[in-house]
């Protein structure tokens, strides 16, 4: 039987297979830097980066703030991405303290991927990213090392086991409300639904950009393309085509320039440059090459934003509303 190793190894290979991997934004179509390697090579070099400078190594620095922004989206993807360029360097250890000690290698192993899970887990505020690798496999070696010495404790594998559940669906958030009408006590959820998109409808109006939300309506209308809202169902799915709800985000880009987000949050951009360095922005920022890109969706949960589902039709109508009927 494979252990914990191979199993995530195996996963990783499986989850990217040949296609191109982006450390940067996640999406290579998305991505400024134009070449990206397989997995196998993105591996290889992410584990001999690790082993040489992980604290001083860009490659790392993205593949932690990647791992962050996936966390942030309920996303095990990049969390099992971490684990499989790190655990390498377990795999010579585990074997030795197993046959030095006549214990189970197998636990060893298992004990140290719960272990540099539970440092990732509480190292995401407050570490600089650049030393979340050696701290992961610090503290897999030591508690390696007290399975060893049989002073082992009981760790909960609950994050390792979710790395091999079935995927579940992400939930949307609910919207706030803004106005006098508060959508959150409404007590019928298909009127709140359809207030909830008329007020976004009304609010792209004023703003002037209905004529891109439109074009994005139409390839939504045609299958040309789809909303990030998957198996959610909404209040009016059975009479309106549940195909055309998406999240209010996927009408902006993925990714801004940490220039534009800090205006955003209301700090300057050198402010944030010590923030990202110090390991205290709020959230996790993705590297493309010198520069830093910010998720858009982080950016909006981070500032209270609310990132509502809604269904093409009630953005149109509350934008046509805000015109007065006409179009």
Same mark, same amino acid.
């Given at each position: 039987?494979?252990d914990?190793f191979?199993?995530?190894?195996?996963? !990783?290979?499986?989850?990217?297979?040949?296609?191109?991997?982006?450390v940067?934004?996640?999406?290579?179509?998305?991505?400024? %830097?134009?070449?990206?390697?397989?997995?196998?090579? /993105?591996?290889?070099?992410?584990?001999?980066?690790? &082993?040489q400078? !992980?604290?001083?190594?860009?490659?790392?620095?993205? %593949?932690?703030?990647m791992?962050?922004?996936?966390d942030?989206?309920?996303?095990?993807?990049?969390?099992?991405?971490i684990?499989?360029c790190t655990?390498?360097?377990?795999?010579?250890?585990s074997?030795?303290i197993?046959?030095?000690f006549?214990?189970?290698?197998?636990e060893?192993r298992?004990?140290?991927?719960?272990t540099?899970?539970?440092?990732w887990v509480?190292t995401?505020i407050? =570490?600089?990213?650049?030393?979340? @690798? +050696? @701290?992961?496999?610090?503290?897999? /070696?030591?508690?390696?090392f007290?399975?060893?010495r049989g002073?082992?404790?009981?760790?909960?594998? +609950?994050?390792?086991? &979710?790395?091999?559940?079935?995927?579940?669906?992400?939930?949307?958030s609910?919207l706030?409300?803004?106005?006098? %009408?508060?959508? $959150?006590?409404?007590?019928?959820?298909?009127?709140a639904e359809?207030?909830r998109?008329?007020?976004?409808?009304?609010?792209?109006?004023?703003?002037?950009?209905?004529?891109?939300v439109?074009? /994005?309506h $139409?390839?939504?209308?045609?299958g040309?393309?789809?909303?990030s809202v $998957?198996?959610?169902?909404?209040p009016?799915?059975?009479?309106?085509?549940? $195909?055309?709800?998406?999240?209010v985000?996927?009408?902006?880009?993925?990714?801004t320039?940490?220039?534009?987000?800090?205006?955003v949050?209301g %700090?300057v951009e050198s402010?944030?440059?010590?923030?990202? @360095?110090?390991?205290?922005?709020? /959230?996790? &920022?993705a590297r493309?090459?010198?520069?830093?890109?910010?998720?858009v969706?982080?950016?909006?949960?981070?500032?209270?934003?609310p990132?509502?589902i809604?269904?093409?039709?009630?953005?149109?109508?509350?934008?046509?509303h !805000?015109?007065?009927g =006409? @179009?």
């Amino acid at each position: 039987m494979p252990d914990i190793f191979d199993q995530i190894e195996w996963k !990783a290979r499986n989850l990217f297979g040949k296609d191109p991997v982006c450390v940067h934004v996640g999406n290579v179509k998305e991505c400024e %830097i134009k070449r990206h390697p397989a997995y196998s090579k /993105f591996r290889a070099d992410a584990i001999r980066a690790g &082993v040489q400078s !992980a604290p001083s190594s860009r490659l790392w620095e993205s %593949i932690i703030a990647m791992g962050g922004l996936c966390d942030l989206d309920g996303d095990d993807t990049w969390r099992l991405v971490i684990l499989d360029c790190t655990v390498p360097c377990f795999r010579s250890l585990s074997t030795k303290i197993a046959r030095d000690f006549q214990v189970e290698r197998e636990e060893i192993r298992s004990a140290m991927v719960a272990t540099a899970l539970e440092v990732w887990v509480g190292t995401v505020i407050g =570490v600089p990213p650049r030393h979340v @690798r +050696d @701290r992961m496999v610090k503290a897999a /070696f030591e508690v390696a090392f007290r399975y060893g010495r049989g002073i082992s404790s009981e760790r909960s594998m +609950d994050d390792v086991e &979710v790395l091999f559940r079935p995927e579940m669906p992400a939930q949307g958030s609910a919207l706030r409300a803004a106005s006098i %009408i508060d959508v $959150n006590k409404i007590r019928d959820a298909g009127v709140a639904e359809q207030i909830r998109g008329e007020r976004i409808g009304a609010l792209l109006q004023g703003l002037g950009c209905l004529d891109a939300v439109r074009v /994005f309506h $139409n390839e939504i209308r045609t299958g040309r393309r789809s909303g990030s809202v $998957n198996q959610v169902v909404m209040p009016r799915s059975r009479i309106s085509n549940s $195909n055309l709800y998406y999240y209010v985000s996927d009408l902006y880009p993925s990714f801004t320039g940490l220039r534009e987000a800090a205006s955003v949050m209301g %700090i300057v951009e050198s402010a944030a440059h010590r923030l990202i @360095r110090a390991g205290e922005f709020p /959230f996790p &920022v993705a590297r493309a090459g010198r520069s830093y890109k910010v998720s858009v969706r982080a950016l909006m949960h981070f500032m209270d934003i609310p990132d509502a589902i809604v269904h093409v039709d009630d953005v149109e109508n509350g934008a046509l509303h !805000a015109t007065g009927g =006409v @179009r």
